[in-house]
């Protein structure tokens, strides 16, 4: 009995509106914008954290960078490493036999090279001197040969680890181990291969470099004894505050740095990178947020006027309903049915729209596919809600039509 009361008041809700399509439609598409944008947000944001987090893992676990130069902060969001010349492979050791909360280290300098193999050549390609620790610290795995071992970096052997990118455009199809290839003006035996990588969270692409040996590269490559990073693991994620701690007070005593002296080095904790990040997208979330609600207000404003329309055009109705027996109770009944109704429509309207939309955008630029259940679960409740706030004020107008003055009228 129920379900076929709740299936008139549809049919009688859809007659209803049907006068009214223009008002009608606006009403729903601000529904249909504030559900859209609500779950699209919802989703984009769960995306971009997991897109985050992933990066992080990929950088390494429990990781702490320590940079030639001085950080300085300009003004929100924007940083800038001073050049310096003062990282040594010895800072790297010290650090190593002196820091207790430290597991791993692997000292590492690069420069961009022109890389040539037969009539192939590539202008400008990132080459890293590193050590042997370099691919267990920073999640490096090889697919193909072998990484630099401590032998290769104490022997200042020629040899080299290439990224995907960097096999793909001069090799093709053909296999590189044991080839050479011209890194500027050093011919160098290819050992490795590189898994692929991606961008890093900075957004540079990390198969397009070339791994040798850090001894080699010093020598070889840049002639100079200064390195660019120390990459160091704590012992465990709880241990990296004091890692940090540990490490600053030792390279202010490898660099002879006076107490009101200012550091020529910066340690970076890439969870606070991780923060910033969070912190961006969280602020695009609250503005995607912000416009669902004014979309949602905008909707249920609309809802309210066509429901009041709807009640003056149809005080003959319910006075007659009034008249042989209708319960207020039903008349309210009916009216929240129908400003829920159009709520509904333009909701479901907007979860598909917005499901679809995700899907495509996370398809285009390769994020991890998220469709966040809060997301959705926030945009149901505000549609409902939405609906029968809108309905509560004409449903009492409605009510409050008595049947003597509608026959007085008429």
Excluded at 376 to 397: C, D, E, N, Q, W
Aim: with cysteine; aromatic share 6%; glycine share 8%.
């Amino acid at each position: 009995m129920k379900l076929s009361r709740i299936l008139l008041n549809l049919r009688i809700a859809v007659r209803s509106l049907e006068a009214f399509k223009v008002r009608t439609a606006l009403a729903v598409l601000g529904v249909f914008l504030g559900t859209f944008s609500l779950i699209l947000v919802s989703n984009l944001s769960g995306s971009l954290k997991m897109k985050t987090e992933l990066e992080l893992e990929s950088l390494g676990n429990d990781l702490l960078i320590v940079r030639s130069g001085l950080m300085r902060r300009f003004g929100p969001g924007t940083s800038l490493i001073s050049d310096a010349a003062t990282l040594r492979a010895a800072d790297a050791t010290a650090v190593a036999e002196g820091a207790s909360s430290v597991l791993n280290v692997s000292p590492a300098a690069n420069k961009t090279f022109p890389i040539r193999f037969g009539s192939r050549t590539l202008s400008s390609v990132l080459v890293t001197g590193v050590t042997s620790s370099f691919s267990e610290i920073r999640n490096f795995r090889v697919k193909e040969g072998a990484f630099v071992t401590e032998d290769d970096h104490i022997s200042n052997r020629k040899v080299a680890v290439l990224g995907r990118r960097v096999v793909d455009k001069l090799f093709g199809d053909s296999d590189p181990i044991g080839q050479y290839v011209m890194i500027w003006r050093v011919p160098c035996r290819i050992i490795g291969v590189m898994e692929e990588k991606g961008v890093d969270i900075s957004g540079a692409d990390q198969d397009n470099q070339i791994f040798v040996p850090l001894n080699m590269f010093l020598r070889s490559l840049v002639n100079r004894e200064s390195i660019n990073s120390i990459y160091v693991q704590a012992v465990s994620t709880a241990q990296l505050p004091l890692a940090k701690s540990q490490i600053e007070d030792i390279m202010r005593r490898q660099h002879k740095i006076g107490r009101d002296k200012k550091d020529d080095f910066t340690v970076i904790d890439l969870k606070d990178v991780v923060k910033l990040k969070s912190e961006a997208t969280g602020m695009v979330t609250v503005l995607g947020r912000m416009a669902a609600l004014v979309s949602f207000t905008i909707g249920g404003i609309g809802i309210l006027s066509i429901m009041i329309l709807i009640v003056n055009e149809r005080r003959i109705e319910i006075g007659i309903r009034r008249a042989v027996g209708s319960r207020r109770r039903d008349i309210m009944t009916q009216f929240i049915v129908e400003s829920s109704f159009i709520s509904f429509v333009g909701g479901t309207a907007g979860v598909v729209a917005s499901v679809a939309v995700s899907l495509a955008v996370f398809k285009v630029s390769g994020l991890p596919v998220v469709i966040s259940p809060v997301g959705h679960m926030l945009a149901f409740v505000a549609t409902i809600g939405v609906g029968i706030l809108a309905g509560i004020y004409p449903s009492r107008k409605a009510v409050q039509i008595q049947p003597v003055d509608i026959i007085r009228s008429v």
